[in-house]
């Protein structure tokens, strides 16, 4: 974990930091949080105690938790102040709770890190240069959800208040609808996504932007 100073040091000064799911703590450090990952199991942050400069891998590992995964992270129990209030700020970016929209909005930010401080990615792309994306979302949600057209559009006119595309859809045989869902799915949603929001071209450009990141820090 990064120790803050009010001025730009020459060295970046940090705790090392692990994170694995043992509960027993490692020579030289201490457990200040546990939290429950990707609803799987448990995993225990460990802090060391003496102070290095760029301790490398194991602070990359966690940078990269708590920038890119707040919305995978559950239950966090800490005694450290900073990482309580990262989690309290997180909280924000996290997907809308209405259980409909929250595993395709999970799914979009896993999907594409750069949605990450997008608390609805789904409405954004449902709302792209006034509906773009609109039918190949609706249709590969049907799909999905396995829900019915209509009972579909009930749940987004709380999403989208006024949409002329909604009054079309209500106006569609929904057989037909149920019909040409049958070729679209979560993997066109993520799809169109990726095409809203460029993913890095390769791992060399994700990693260079998570360098970068780090020295805004």
Known sequence: MPVVTPYQPIYKLTFNTVINNDANTISDHEIVANFTYSQQETQYIHKGNELQINCGNSWMKSYNYFTYSPILIADLDTTNPAMDRWYRISQVTLPVENDIFKNINLALKQDNFTFASISNPLKLILTYKNGTYFLPV????????????????????????????????????????????????????????????????????????????????
């Open 138 to 217: 609706f249709y590969a949600w049907v799909q999905h959800l396995g829900i019915s057209s209509h009972l579909l559009v009930s749940h987004l006119r709380l999403l989208l208040n006024n949409n002329d595309l909604l009054d079309k859809i209500e106006k569609m045989e929904s057989k037909l609808i149920d019909y040409i869902s049958q070729d679209f799915s979560i993997n066109t949603i993520l799809f169109c996504g990726s095409n809203l929001v460029a993913k890095p071209k390769s791992m060399k450009d994700k990693i260079q932007s998570i360098i970068e990141n780090i020295r805004e820090i």
